[in-house]
């Protein structure tokens, strides 16, 4: 195509990394058309997992790469994560459940070993309740968490690894090569 310029051999290796991490049976990945707009190239998958109570979770990770480097970023490489899930009415009410839900973020990306810098985010706890005649539950409890972060350098495994941790706990998977008792 005339006038649409190669993809960057950083980025490719980059998404490759992306593409090598191994993931546990219970998370679904799916590749998606990433955001145009918010840098020159952009990678992006949806995620899905759900837990032993039947709670999911679902959430996004986005790549986005400036050759040039982005001064806010930091960086060339910039990782956006959401992830949603759903919580029990009694965990909802905990007043730390926002502290702890970003807990799980950086305790992932510690774990994992993720080279990062500048991150940052939200955690929003939301309540609804469903009247009159509509399908669902009555009363659904979310946790949704948004971050993003610089990777400090093309090697986006352990990030991608952090992500798939975080969408794991959240719905109460134990880590991988433990059981839990029923």
């Keep these: ?53 039947d709670e ?32 029990d009415p009694e965990l909802a009410s905990d007043p730390l459940l926002p502290e702890v839900g970003w807990s799980w973020l950086a305790e992932s990306l510690e774990e994992t070993g993720a080279a990062f810098r500048a991150l940052g985010g939200t955690v929003t706890q939301t309540s609804s309740a469903r009247f009159g005649d509509i399908a669902g539950p009555a009363r659904t ?11 400090a350098d093309a090697d986006l495994s352990p990030h991608a690894q952090a992500f798939y941790d975080l969408m794991a706990t959240a719905v109460g998977l134990p880590p991988v090569g433990i059981s839990t008792l029923r």
């Design 1 to 53: 195509m005339t006038g649409v310029a190669a993809e960057p051999e950083l980025f490719r290796r980059a998404v490759a990394t992306l593409r090598s991490v191994r993931v546990r049976p219970e998370l679904e990945l799916t590749e998606v058309r990433p955001p145009q707009r918010l840098a020159p190239w952009a990678y992006a998958l949806t995620a899905e997992v759900t837990g032993p109570g």
């Design 56 to 87: 999911l979770s679902t959430g996004r990770l986005v790549l986005l790469h400036d050759p040039e480097g982005v001064e806010a970023w930091s960086g060339v490489f910039r990782v956006v994560a959401y992830v949603r899930v759903e919580v």
């Design 141 to 151: 409890d979310d946790l949704e968490l948004r971050a993003s972060w610089t990777a």
